[in-house]
């Protein structure tokens, strides 16, 4: 088992060199602030309780920071890249500042969206600074295709940390929160500034480590309860009676479910954790297949 190994971090200065040096100009567009700060990524890898014989798959390694800060735990890491210019280049990055570590990384040249499988050994865990734009469905993406993915620990823009790691109730909580429950219990990890970053973001940004569990129901239902979900969330203001009613066929179709799940169709979305929305889908089944409800155009 290989141990951890010596490596050079990044800096400010090693960033824009190593970045002049490709061509790069870092872009909203890919999401690319990439961390300067060596506390920053080993704190994150220390958060993330990685260490020798842990696969890790990192999403958007950009400049190598968090890549080097990884490798330095003795842990293996696949790097998820979509930037075909970064992705070429992060190899040589780790060979000259972690030569020890160079055969623990593996650069996967794709776009994380689209990822399905990785090579080598199945990920553990997950640790990213994941772009903004696209944070919540690679992070919904990776937990679904790969299951043995068992913890993580993110950083994305503070209020999107906000979303997923909301409880029922909270301002905050809504369609990531739900979904991100189905797999894993999420929390709040800590903050981090804008100076570490460059270019520095308009945003503050947050981590969020979550723990897999096992699904609320079957993972095949996975796909109608998150329906659900969908549905009462698009339209936050009205109660699960009205929200419900398309999905449901009928707004008496949706009071009815919400009934059998026993909850009040009264209520909203904010109000339901997962366990919840299972039961609705399931109250909802349950009612079509005795065929006590019928698609209408009922207007609450």
């Not at 996967?108 to 469905?137: C, E, K, Q, T």
């Not at 109000?271 to 609450?300: E, N, Q």
Request: hydrophobic share 45%.
């Amino acid at each position: 088992m290989t141990g951890p190994a010596t490596v050079d971090l990044l800096g400010a200065a090693d960033l824009r060199g190593l970045a002049a040096a490709l061509g790069i100009r870092p872009t909203k567009a890919l999401g690319q602030n990439f961390v300067h700060d060596a506390n920053t990524v080993r704190r994150i890898a220390r958060l993330a309780a990685v260490g020798p014989g842990d696969t890790v798959v990192e999403i958007g390694p950009g400049l190598g920071s968090l890549t080097l800060a990884l490798l330095e735990t003795g842990a293996r890491v696949v790097a998820v890249e979509v930037d075909p210019v970064l992705a070429g280049a992060l190899p040589d990055t780790v060979a000259r500042r972690a030569p020890a570590a160079v055969d623990r990384l593996t650069v996967v040249a794709a776009d994380a969206l689209r990822v399905r499988s990785l090579p080598g050994p199945p990920p553990g865990a997950l640790v990213a600074n994941l772009p903004y734009n696209i944070a919540v469905p690679v992070l919904l993406g990776f937990l679904a295709a790969l299951p043995s993915l068992r913890s993580g620990l993110v950083m994305v823009q503070a209020e999107v940390a906000a979303r997923l790691a909301a409880r029922p109730g909270e301002g905050a909580y809504g369609i990531p929160s739900v979904k991100l429950a189905w797999y894993a219990e999420a929390r709040r990890a800590g903050s981090v500034p804008r100076s570490v970053f460059w270019p520095v973001p308009n945003v503050e940004s947050g981590l969020v480590s979550f723990l897999r569990r096992d699904p609320p129901a079957e993972p095949g239902s996975r796909e109608a309860v998150f329906a659900c979900v969908d549905a009462a969330f698009a339209q936050r203001r009205k109660t699960l009676r009205a929200a419900l009613a398309r999905w449901a066929g009928s707004a008496e179709a949706a009071e009815q479910a919400c009934r059998r799940a026993g909850i009040d169709p009264g209520a909203r979305g904010e109000r339901l954790g997962v366990a919840d929305f299972v039961a609705l889908t399931r109250a909802l089944t349950r009612d079509r297949a005795d065929g006590t409800t019928r698609p209408g155009d009922d207007r609450p």
